[in-house]
T-cell receptor
Framework: NAGVMQNPRHLVRRRGQEARLRCSPM?????VYWYRQLPEEGLKFMVY????????ESGMPKERFSAEFPKEGPSILRIQQVVRGDSAAYFC?????????????????FGPGTRLTVL | RKEVEQDPGPFNVPEGATVAFNCTYS??????FFWYRQDCRKEPKLLMS???SGNEDGRFTAQLNRASQYISLLIRDSKLSDSATYLC????????????FGSGTKLNVKP
């Protein structure tokens, strides 16, 4: 059972370009989460998605950032018109679906991350 | 108030020492609790789940105190390889499956 896959592992963009980060969750997982980690800082939640639905995007910057998790294919985090401050590691995680009254649904599994560098 | 709070450290300890981290959470409806470990420039990985009765895995012991809303991690006989950042995580699954991460506690084990 392959783990969470992210690609590319490293991405270099010039200011003003677009960055697309992909995440394929573990088999059987229907929940995807994106996190950003700036150098020497903690993990910051960005967005939580299920297939074709955004559940919680409270951590997403209001502009330039968007995320989707289509019915088929990987989840995509898209950053338009990148700026130097977007340089960070972007981690994706997945978890199994939760029933309404689940009390122990297990942990999240993380992908290896995409390291974005904006020149 | 943050959902999950941790002392950022760093905790600098010699090899063989015992070290303990605490973490507090703000929402009493939190259901599941975990400690993750993150090495420099790597993804977080599950260290252990935390159960109400407390649980132990080798040199690591985790405790949960629901009344006081805190979680602890005890590491005995520290090894150099234990140097990492330890993340406290809580989960509420009754309304979708949300995870809340602390900012992490950095541990440096010195020879």
């Amino acid at each position: 059972n392959a783990g969470v896959m992210q690609n590319p592992r490293h991405l270099v963009r010039r200011r003003g370009q677009e960055a697309r980060l992909r995440c394929s969750p573990m088999k059987g997982h229907s929940h995807v989460y994106w996190y950003r980690q700036l150098p020497e800082e903690g993990l910051k939640f960005m967005v939580y998605l299920q297939k074709e639905n955004i559940i919680d995007e409270s951590g997403m910057p209001k502009e330039r950032f968007s995320a989707e998790f289509p019915k088929e294919g990987p989840s995509i985090l898209r950053i338009q018109q990148v700026v130097r401050g977007d340089s960070a590691a972007y981690f994706c995680a997945s978890s199994p679906s939760a029933s309404g009254r689940a009390t122990q649904v297990g942990e999240q599994f993380f992908g290896p991350g995409t390291r974005l560098t904006v020149l | 108030r943050k959902e999950v709070e941790q002392d950022p450290g760093p905790f600098n300890v010699p090899e063989g020492a015992t070290v303990a981290f605490n973490c507090t959470y703000s929402n009493s409806a939190s259901q599941s609790f975990f400690w993750y470990r993150q090495d420099c420039r790597k993804e977080p990985k599950l260290l252990m789940s935390v159960y109400s009765s407390g649980n132990e895995d080798g040199r690591f012991t985790a405790q949960l105190n629901r009344a006081s809303q805190y979680i602890s991690l005890l590491i005995r006989d520290s090894k150099l390889s234990d140097s990492a950042t330890y993340l406290c995580v809580v989960n509420r699954a009754y309304n979708f499956n949300k995870f809340y991460f602390g900012s992490g506690t950095k541990l440096n084990v010195k020879p």
